[in-house]
């Protein structure tokens, strides 16, 4: 069982930048692929942005160019930085960690963006 703890979440004006962390409680971190995830009142929930254990990346469509998603192996920790942000972003917002060799799969409890003037 893997825990994860997301923060950094909050609100934002448009155009504004916010930086959310994943904190995951494992001495295998290393061996994740690690993904932002989110879901909007109404909607389903959609990939924000991956990353492998090899730092390889992808985005959503929607996201790709203004976010950017990173990992901290030494302190078990990805971050999700979102620049330009728009009030379509509204959001809560999920980490989530899926074990590259076992059946894994592991979800944060979430966290609120939103993003309004």
């Known amino acids: 069982q893997v825990e994860l703890a997301e923060s950094g979440g909050g609100w934002v004006q448009p155009g504004g930048s916010l930086r959310l962390s994943c904190a995951a409680w494992?001495?295998?971190?290393?061996?994740?692929?690690m993904a932002w995830y989110r879901q909007a009142p109404g909607k389903e929930r959609e990939l924000v942005a991956v990353i492998t254990p090899g730092s390889s990346t992808n985005y959503g469509d929607s996201v790709r160019g203004r976010f950017t998603i990173s990992r901290e192996n030494a302190k078990s920790t990805v971050h999700l930085q979102m620049n330009s942000l728009k009030p379509e972003d509204t959001a809560v917002y999920y980490c989530?960690?899926?074990?590259?060799?076992?059946?894994?799969?592991?979800w944060g409890q979430g966290t609120q963006v939103t993003v309004s003037s």
């Open positions: 494992t001495n295998t971190f290393a061996w994740y692929t």
């Open positions: 989530n960690a899926k074990h590259l060799r076992t059946t894994g799969d592991y």
